[in-house]
């Protein structure tokens, strides 16, 4: 059965650092695409970074461009969100979502590829 956990969030200063943790287990191929996401209250789920560990190629929008950066752990099945720079508006329920097919990074942020979801970990960003 596949698996995401994340962890590593928490409450921060706005200028601050936090790594996001995502660790999987269960997975039925060495390739895959695991895209990080979040929620805000009140609006909807917006796709963040999306890293395929076939080529190492990675993707972030542009609202995190430079401040964040996906990566793969030296853990199996395990990748990270580093996150700088953060600011009040980061603040929202972040999930990391795992598939293993093709998809373009249009189709990864938009997170309907992506076939299992871990359940959520809160950054919250104080001015």
């Known amino acids: 059965e596949v698996q995401l956990v994340e962890s590593g969030g928490g409450l921060v200063q706005a200028g601050g650092s936090l790594r996001l943790s995502c660790a999987g287990s269960?997975?039925?191929?060495?390739?895959?695409?695991i895209g990080w996401f979040r929620q805000a209250p009140g609006k909807e789920r917006e796709g963040v970074s999306c890293i395929s560990t076939k080529d190492g190629s990675t993707y972030s929008s542009d609202p995190v461009k430079g401040r964040f950066t996906i990566s793969k752990g030296n853990v199996k099945n395990t990748v990270y969100l580093q996150m700088n720079a953060l600011e009040p508006e980061d603040t929202a329920l972040y999930y990391c979502a795992v598939g293993f097919g093709y998809m373009s990074w249009s189709e990864c942020v938009l997170g309907g590829d992506l076939e299992y979801w871990g359940k959520g970990n809160l950054v919250a960003v104080s001015s």
């Open positions: 269960g997975f039925p191929f060495d390739d895959y695409v």
